[in-house]
Protein backbone atom coordinates (compact mmCIF):
# COMPACT_ATOMS: atom_id res chain seq x y z
CA UNK A 1 0.00 0.00 0.00
CA UNK A 2 1.41 3.32 -0.58
CA UNK A 3 2.61 5.48 1.86
CA UNK A 4 0.33 8.47 1.36
CA UNK A 5 -3.00 6.18 2.02
CA UNK A 6 -1.05 3.99 4.74
CA UNK A 7 -0.49 7.41 6.20
CA UNK A 8 -4.33 8.14 5.90
CA UNK A 9 -5.68 5.18 7.42
CA UNK A 10 -3.44 4.18 9.81
CA UNK A 11 -4.31 4.45 13.58
CA UNK A 12 -3.38 2.91 17.12
CA UNK A 13 -6.39 4.66 18.45
CA UNK A 14 -8.32 2.03 20.41
CA UNK A 15 -12.13 1.27 21.79
CA UNK A 16 -12.68 5.17 23.33
CA UNK A 17 -12.12 6.78 20.33
CA UNK A 18 -14.13 4.18 17.81
CA UNK A 19 -16.88 5.18 20.68
CA UNK A 20 -16.02 9.14 20.17
CA UNK A 21 -15.88 8.30 16.22
CA UNK A 22 -19.43 6.68 16.08
CA UNK A 23 -21.40 9.51 18.11
CA UNK A 24 -20.12 12.39 16.63
CA UNK A 25 -21.12 10.85 13.11
CA UNK A 26 -24.14 10.24 13.91
CA UNK A 27 -24.85 13.60 14.61
CA UNK A 28 -23.53 14.87 11.94
CA UNK A 29 -24.74 12.73 9.39
CA UNK A 30 -28.33 13.50 11.42
CA UNK A 31 -27.66 17.33 11.22
CA UNK A 32 -26.69 16.52 7.09
CA UNK A 33 -30.36 14.81 6.42
CA UNK A 34 -32.29 17.90 7.80
CA UNK A 35 -30.08 19.69 5.59
CA UNK A 36 -30.38 17.90 2.08
CA UNK A 37 -33.57 15.85 2.88
CA UNK A 38 -35.59 18.05 5.28
CA UNK A 39 -35.53 15.15 7.62
CA UNK A 40 -36.22 15.13 11.45
CA UNK A 41 -37.89 18.42 11.28
CA UNK A 42 -35.41 20.00 8.87
CA UNK A 43 -35.72 22.34 6.26
CA UNK A 44 -34.29 20.51 3.48
CA UNK A 45 -31.92 22.36 0.47
CA UNK A 46 -34.15 25.22 -0.27
CA UNK A 47 -34.52 26.46 3.48
CA UNK A 48 -31.02 25.82 4.18
CA UNK A 49 -30.27 27.63 1.44
CA UNK A 50 -32.21 30.77 2.14
CA UNK A 51 -30.62 30.79 5.63
CA UNK A 52 -27.49 29.98 4.11
CA UNK A 53 -28.07 33.47 2.42
CA UNK A 54 -29.01 35.43 5.01
CA UNK A 55 -25.91 34.47 7.07
CA UNK A 56 -23.94 35.59 4.10
CA UNK A 57 -22.37 32.41 2.55
CA UNK A 58 -23.72 32.66 -0.80
CA UNK A 59 -24.69 30.79 -3.02
CA UNK A 60 -26.94 29.63 -0.67
CA UNK A 61 -27.76 26.60 -2.45
CA UNK A 62 -24.17 25.74 -3.09
CA UNK A 63 -23.53 26.52 0.77
CA UNK A 64 -26.29 24.54 1.73
CA UNK A 65 -25.07 20.91 -0.76
CA UNK A 66 -21.68 21.54 0.45
CA UNK A 67 -22.32 21.75 4.20
CA UNK A 68 -25.91 19.20 3.87
CA UNK A 69 -23.41 16.74 2.26
CA UNK A 70 -20.51 17.21 4.42
CA UNK A 71 -22.04 16.31 7.13
CA UNK A 72 -24.37 13.58 6.04
CA UNK A 73 -21.50 11.62 4.42
CA UNK A 74 -18.31 12.45 6.37
CA UNK A 75 -21.08 11.42 9.45
CA UNK A 76 -21.68 8.39 7.37
CA UNK A 77 -17.69 7.77 6.90
CA UNK A 78 -17.03 8.47 10.52
CA UNK A 79 -19.71 6.10 11.69
CA UNK A 80 -18.55 3.22 9.58
CA UNK A 81 -14.87 3.98 9.82
CA UNK A 82 -13.96 4.49 6.24
CA UNK A 83 -11.24 7.54 5.24
CA UNK A 84 -12.12 9.18 8.06
CA UNK A 85 -9.55 11.36 8.49
CA UNK A 86 -10.62 13.13 4.94
CA UNK A 87 -13.87 12.79 6.65
CA UNK A 88 -12.69 14.77 9.82
CA UNK A 89 -11.00 17.07 8.47
CA UNK A 90 -13.81 18.46 6.41
CA UNK A 91 -16.19 18.26 9.38
CA UNK A 92 -13.68 20.16 11.61
CA UNK A 93 -13.96 23.24 8.98
CA UNK A 94 -17.69 22.72 8.57
CA UNK A 95 -17.39 23.03 12.80
CA UNK A 96 -15.11 26.03 12.61
CA UNK A 97 -17.46 28.08 9.70
CA UNK A 98 -20.31 26.94 11.95
CA UNK A 99 -18.67 28.62 15.02
CA UNK A 100 -17.85 31.78 13.61
CA UNK A 101 -20.62 32.77 11.24
CA UNK A 102 -23.54 31.55 13.51
CA UNK A 103 -22.96 31.08 16.91
CA UNK A 104 -19.48 33.37 18.68
CA UNK A 105 -21.31 36.38 19.07
CA UNK A 106 -23.97 34.57 21.10
CA UNK A 107 -21.77 33.08 23.54
CA UNK A 108 -20.69 29.33 24.41
CA UNK A 109 -23.85 28.20 26.03
CA UNK A 110 -26.61 26.87 23.86
CA UNK A 111 -29.27 28.61 25.66
CA UNK A 112 -28.13 31.72 23.44
CA UNK A 113 -27.46 29.50 20.35
CA UNK A 114 -24.01 29.75 21.58
CA UNK A 115 -21.36 27.53 20.47
CA UNK A 116 -21.03 24.74 22.58
CA UNK A 117 -22.24 22.23 20.45
CA UNK A 118 -20.38 22.91 17.80
CA UNK A 119 -17.09 23.15 19.84
CA UNK A 120 -17.40 20.16 21.46
CA UNK A 121 -18.40 18.10 17.53
CA UNK A 122 -15.05 20.45 16.52
CA UNK A 123 -13.58 18.77 19.64
CA UNK A 124 -14.73 15.52 18.40
CA UNK A 125 -13.79 15.56 14.71
CA UNK A 126 -10.16 17.05 15.91
CA UNK A 127 -9.45 13.70 18.00
CA UNK A 128 -10.44 11.99 14.99
CA UNK A 129 -7.96 13.67 12.40
CA UNK A 130 -5.46 13.55 14.85
CA UNK A 131 -5.72 9.80 16.13
CA UNK A 132 -7.67 7.95 13.21
CA UNK A 133 -10.54 5.78 13.09
CA UNK A 134 -9.96 3.56 16.21
CA UNK A 135 -10.16 -0.19 16.62
CA UNK A 136 -13.12 -1.11 15.10
CA UNK A 137 -12.89 0.59 11.55
CA UNK A 138 -12.85 0.01 7.98
CA UNK A 139 -9.82 2.53 7.78
CA UNK A 140 -7.64 -0.32 10.53
CA UNK A 141 -9.17 -3.04 8.07
CA UNK A 142 -7.91 -1.55 5.26
CA UNK A 143 -4.51 -0.34 6.67
CA UNK A 144 -3.95 -4.39 7.69
Not at 34 to 50: E, N, P, R, S, V
Not at 97 to 121: K, R
Amino acid sequence: MSSLINKVLFTRAGFGLTAVRIVVGIIFAAHGSQKLFGMFGGYGIAGTAQYMESLGLAPGHLMAILAGGTEFFGGLALIIGLLTRPAALGLTFLSLVAIFSVHIHNGLFMTNNGYEFALALLGGSVAVLIEGAGKLSADRVISD
